[in-house]
């Protein structure tokens, strides 16, 4: 007899099994977590860059200009740019550190220039009509949950399924492929 071993039950022993089943499944699932976090921070991004960029040349600087920022055709171009780029950035998994640094300064334009003053919610459902519902100005609920998914993906990396993890493995291989011979 082992005395090292306390004695379990059958029924201690399968749940600790399955405890430890569970930890081993749930960390190998983890590494996915990045993933969704990437492909709607992304397409968000990459939507609302398109969406302003389909309005024509001038309608998105007008309105960086009626919100009485300098440079309104600069800034409202830049904004586009980022929002295009940055979006696939985020959507093929490479320069998430980089990109996100633009994107969330301009996270913080739409939440003090206009989101701010509508408070917190994102959906607030004014009435229903026989058009449909109808709703009021979105808070900056939804900024701060894409800040809140970019720093998130700052902080844990893109994940697999990245062209990050792709060039990374690439190099990996290639040293050892190049490492002089003793």
């Given at each position: 007899m082992?005395?090292?071993?306390?004695?379990?039950?059958v029924?201690q022993r399968?749940?600790?099994a399955e405890?430890?089943l569970?930890?081993?499944v749930r960390?190998s699932l983890?590494?996915?977590?990045?993933l969704?976090?990437?492909?709607?921070?992304?397409?968000?991004?990459?939507?609302?860059?398109l969406?302003?960029a389909g309005?024509?040349?001038?309608?998105?600087?007008?309105?960086?200009?009626?919100?009485g920022?300098?440079?309104?055709?600069?800034?409202g171009w830049l904004t586009i740019?980022v929002?295009?780029?940055?979006g696939l950035?985020?959507?093929?998994g490479?320069?998430?550190?980089l990109?996100?640094?633009?994107?969330?300064a301009i996270?913080?334009v739409?939440?003090?220039?206009?989101?701010?003053?509508?408070?917190?919610?994102?959906i607030?459902?004014?009435?229903?009509?026989?058009?449909?519902p109808?709703?009021g100005q979105?808070g900056y609920?939804?900024?701060?949950?894409?800040?809140a998914?970019?720093?998130a993906?700052?902080?844990?990396?893109?994940g697999p399924?990245s062209?990050?993890s792709l060039i990374r493995?690439?190099?990996a291989?290639?040293k050892?492929?190049?490492?002089?011979?003793?």
């Amino acid at each position: 007899m082992n005395t090292l071993i306390p004695a379990r039950s059958v029924e201690q022993r399968h749940t600790i099994a399955e405890y430890w089943l569970g930890l081993q499944v749930r960390a190998s699932l983890s590494r996915w977590a990045p993933l969704p976090l990437r492909l709607i921070v992304g397409y968000g991004f990459l939507e609302h860059g398109l969406a302003k960029a389909g309005r024509g040349l001038d309608a998105f600087p007008t309105i960086v200009a009626a919100m009485g920022l300098p440079f309104p055709y600069l800034l409202g171009w830049l904004t586009i740019l980022v929002e295009i780029f940055g979006g696939l950035a985020f959507i093929v998994g490479a320069f998430i550190p980089l990109a996100s640094i633009p994107m969330v300064a301009i996270l913080f334009v739409a939440t003090t220039m206009v989101h701010l003053q509508n408070g917190f919610s994102s959906i607030k459902l004014q009435a229903i009509t026989p058009e449909g519902p109808r709703f009021g100005q979105p808070g900056y609920e939804t900024d701060l949950l894409y800040v809140a998914c970019i720093v998130a993906l700052v902080l844990t990396g893109p994940g697999p399924l990245s062209l990050n993890s792709l060039i990374r493995r690439r190099f990996a291989n290639s040293k050892e492929e190049y490492r002089p011979a003793a």
